[in-house]
């Protein structure tokens, strides 16, 4: 049961991807070549978000699916130096996860991605570690693995009790309500939001629609039949929505009645010099953060917001996440 003393706080069933990462001035245009530096590192959304939840002091277990290469060694010799539990799937045949990414000077980012195995990750693979998925006290999926065994975890997740959360990066035209079914937490940025909108709502935002009224911003996310939805929305920080009617199980502990039903929320105040991972970096720190502060959802989204804000100021992905040391710091920082 969630809560006993040998089972995991967090369990992150998602993606590992090998990041092939270039730093340049300016992204090149078509044709162009331009001199940047190299900086290859472990990666992939599940992966990252697994890594910020351990960093944060959370008992995290990833579970992810890899090839049989060169680059799952990757993902085993990181982990093991974090001290972090995983279960790696290996898929014979298959190669694993790999990006390739631009970096320019002012932190933003071009992303391409090859999935490999994690498009092969086995719903029995899932069905297998039924117990593990049960006990957990917070189970996080993203869209970047086979949708039909991220469905399985977080089914599973809920038989046992566990909150769910689903990022639902990268967007992803296979998505269904049936995935959101089964989510308690949403966590999108303002792309992926305006995605699901139009592809599961069958309306379109406005550009730029965060900055409208909160109310409307509030109504939108209702629309998606979450409970909690977390749109989060880079240097303007993120929108924190709750919808009591979308509730239909016990209520989740995080849950209060009392609580408003929309909030903005600021982006924590950083330097940004690498943008690429700080929605992982979101989303783990949330998952964490939940384990921390499972009575108090704002705090848990203020700590997020700040996980997400530190693992900017530093280049890569996996190896930017902060941790909790990192975070104590930033807020005795702030404080003075």
Request: charged letters at 20%; aromatic letters at 8%.
């Amino acid at each position: 049961m969630p809560g006993s003393n040998d089972a995991p706080d967090v369990v992150v069933v998602g993606s590992f991807v090998q990041d092939l990462a270039f730093y340049a001035d300016s992204f090149p245009r078509p044709g162009e070549s331009r001199i940047g530096r190299f900086a290859p590192g472990p990666g992939g959304k599940g992966f990252n978000q697994a890594i910020a939840a351990h960093r944060l002091g959370a008992r995290t277990v990833f579970v992810g699916a890899v090839g049989d290469d060169g680059f799952a060694e990757s993902a085993r010799s990181f982990a093991e130096n974090e001290s972090m539990e995983t279960a790696l799937i290996v898929c014979e045949g298959r190669s694993s996860g790999v990006s390739s990414i631009i970096v320019d000077a002012s932190a933003q980012n071009m992303i391409v991605v090859d999935l490999g195995a994690n498009r092969a990750l086995p719903s029995a693979e899932i069905d297998a570690r039924r117990a593990l998925l049960e006990s957990a006290s917070v189970v996080l999926c993203q869209t970047e693995s086979d949708l039909a065994a991220t469905l399985r975890a977080l089914e599973i997740a809920r038989s046992g009790g566990a909150t769910t959360i689903l990022n639902p990066a990268p967007i992803n035209d296979e998505v269904g309500r049936a995935l959101l079914d089964a989510t308690d937490i949403l966590t999108p940025n303002e792309t992926e939001f305006a995605f699901l909108m139009q592809h599961l709502a069958g309306e379109t935002l406005p550009d730029e629609y965060w900055h409208d009224e909160g109310e409307r911003f509030h109504e939108w996310c209702g629309r998606l039949g979450v409970p909690t939805v977390v749109v989060t929305l880079g240097a303007d920080g993120c929108f924190v929505s709750h919808h009591a009617s979308h509730v239909h199980r016990p209520t989740p502990r995080y849950w209060r009645q009392d609580a408003p039903p929309w909030a903005a929320v600021p982006a924590a105040p950083v330097d940004a010099i690498d943008t690429t991972g700080a929605g992982d970096a979101f989303s783990g720190g949330l998952a964490a953060a939940l384990v921390e502060f499972p009575d108090d959802f704002e705090a848990a989204v203020k700590f997020a917001t700040q996980v997400a804000g530190l693992s900017t100021t530093r280049p890569g992905t996996a190896p930017a996440m902060p941790t909790r040391t990192d975070i104590d710091a930033f807020d005795a920082t702030v404080a003075n």
